[in-house]
């Protein structure tokens, strides 16, 4: 945007970098906005103009691109007024730059720093151009907002307004799923995909970090399958029990989130039917999710490659079209309100829309960003700079939510200790 003082409600153009699955969604529901005129969908897929082609809308065109042509995407971002970035990992950072160069909002459902990575020196690095980044997004009143799909993203506006809620907060759990639905999870992974494989199997193998009766406690990205590492979940709207393993860092939300001085225990998980994480130990103690190449017939293989590959051409290892997937978020805050223990929770859970096909990943880490944007639009974010979705309150993205279908539930309840 050109700086956030005038919001015009009409005649704005969009910049869609990505048309993945989660693209897809994101420009469904452009296309369908009143607040948009125009969407520029940049990708370099070579069957971009026959998608396009295909919405018969107006509103969009297809430019195909790669995006790594920084000159070439640095005269398109001129043109528009937002931004939404939903490429895959490594790009994030070098689009907001270019964003910020531009004078133009971005939402991106990535991180702006790999959460992989663990060489200190490249995280202090990233962090100090982070925050020069940050200073000349402020200078510019243009909002950078990265993180804002499903998990992270709603989990984190979730977990803000739960512990808003409480007086004290001492634990905090944060959980996130996308699996089948129960009866659909018919293969040995108890599982489909809804996304980029490999990009799923490098999370399996991300270091973790949670806090628990006080100790800080570091989990190697090979031990997050570990049985001492997973809990299980029974909830009632799910028709088996879910494996919940560490999802990254859950201590660098702490003070996003205000908790960190009375905080005792806090999590971030990921949960899957139950067998799906015996499976995966094996697979990554025997180093199958690797990416240093081994040689075979006289060629080198990176195994995680290998596995997604294999894995991504079985049909059984996706949804088939009258089957459905589910997304879950759930937030468990346990603390003091008005003087009594209470453990407040939220949960949103949806499923996939059969009528459009789009399955609930694509629905709510899609609409999610498009949400983001329409939110900046409207002037309805406080703040520039590079924000944090812990920056967005719950009731500007629930109504939103809930106008595709999405909704949220939450409850509190009395406790009589931890």
């Not at 790009?91 to 004078?103: G, T």
């Not at 949960?347 to 944007?373: C, E, K, N, P, Y």
């Not at 406080?382 to 939103?400: A, C, R, W």
């Amino acid at each position: 945007m050109r700086g956030l003082e005038v919001y015009d409600m009409s005649g704005n153009r969009i910049m869609l970098l990505g048309l993945g699955m989660q693209g897809k969604a994101t420009l469904y529901d452009l296309v369908k906005s009143d607040l948009v005129s125009d969407i520029l969908v940049v990708d370099r897929s070579s069957d971009l103009e026959d998608y396009i082609q295909s919405l018969n809308s107006d509103k969009v065109q297809a430019i195909r691109l790669d995006v790594q042509d920084s000159e070439k995407l640095s005269d398109l971002m001129g043109e528009v007024d937002l931004v939404i970035e939903l490429l895959p990992p490594g790009f994030s950072f070098q689009i907001a730059k270019l964003a910020v160069q531009n004078n133009v909002s971005l939402v991106s459902t990535m991180y702006l720093q790999d959460p992989q990575d663990t060489n200190l020196e490249k995280i202090k690095a990233r962090e100090k151009a982070l925050a020069e980044l940050d200073k000349k997004a402020k200078e510019k009143g243009i909002v950078i907002l990265p993180q804002f799909g499903l998990d992270p993203g709603l989990d984190l506006v979730l977990a803000k307004q739960a512990v808003r809620e409480l007086d004290e907060v001492d634990e905090l759990y944060c959980y996130g799923a996308g699996l089948p639905e129960y009866d659909d999870a018919d293969n040995p992974l108890k599982y489909k995909f809804t996304w980029s494989v490999e990009g799923l199997l490098k999370t399996y193998k991300r270091p973790a970090r949670i806090l628990k009766n006080g100790e800080v406690v570091d989990i190697p990205g090979d031990e997050i399958f570990s049985e001492e590492n997973v809990h299980t979940l029974d909830l009632e709207k799910f028709e088996g029990l879910l494996e919940c393993y560490p999802n990254g860092d859950a201590l660098k939300y702490a003070e996003r989130l205000d908790v960190k001085e009375d905080l005792e225990s806090m999590g971030r998980y990921t949960c899957r039917w139950e067998g799906h994480t015996d499976f995966w130990e094996i697979m990554v103690k025997c180093r199958f999710l690797d990416e240093e190449p081994v040689e075979v017939g006289g060629k080198k293989v990176s195994p995680i490659r290998f596995v997604a590959n294999h894995l991504q051409a079985q049909d059984n290892f996706w949804l088939k079209d009258d089957e459905r997937d589910m997304a879950m978020i759930r937030v468990e805050a346990h603390g003091i309100k008005d003087g009594k223990r209470v453990r407040r929770v939220y949960q949103l859970i949806d499923r996939r829309d059969l009528q459009t096909g789009f399955t609930a990943m694509q629905r709510t880490v899609g609409f999610t960003a498009s949400i983001g944007a329409h939110l900046i639009l409207e002037g309805k974010i406080k703040g520039d700079g590079i924000l944090s979705p812990t920056d967005i309150h719950l009731s500007e993205v629930s109504k939103e939510l809930k106008d595709r279908d999405i909704d949220i539930d939450s409850h509190i309840e009395n406790r009589t200790s931890h």
